[in-house]
């Protein structure tokens, strides 16, 4: 078991940036796969940026690449989100998740654990 705290939302103006975080609970942080997803009003859960559990490889969806990256501290048991060059599109509430797996996938449905969720509103 393991839980899950999103925090880092708001309200940003296009072209801005801001910096989400995921706090872990319970089972050891290192044997998690870590991942973000999104889901915008009207629209499926998307998988967002991933990184493995032993933090060597990172991946991003095409959408956020090269603008936002994604980062784990295992002293402090949390996973970051630093978004940069935000644009409307990115509007959602921005979930973290875990996984046991080795490689996190990219479909939502692999992941067993989530947080609640943290709202990213960019006006533009």
């Known amino acids: 078991q393991v839980q899950l705290v999103e925090s880092g939302g708001g309200l940003v103006q296009a072209g801005g940036s801001l910096r989400l975080s995921c706090a872990a609970s319970?089972?050891?942080?290192?044997?998690?796969?870590m991942g973000w997803f999104r889901q915008a009003p009207g629209k499926e859960r998307e998988f967002v940026a991933a990184i493995m559990r032993s933090g060597s490889s990172t991946f991003y969806a095409d959408s956020v690449k090269g603008r936002f990256t994604i980062s784990r501290d295992y002293d402090k048991n949390t996973m970051s989100l630093q978004m940069t060059s935000l644009k409307s599109d990115d509007t959602a509430v921005y979930y973290c998740?875990?996984?046991?797996?080795?490689?996190?996938?990219?479909?939502?449905?692999?992941?067993?654990?989530w947080g609640q969720g943290t709202q990213v509103t960019v006006s533009s």
């Open positions: 998740a875990a996984t046991g797996s080795l490689y996190p996938p990219r479909f939502h449905g692999a992941y067993g654990y």
């Open positions: 319970g089972r050891t942080f290192s044997t998690f796969s």
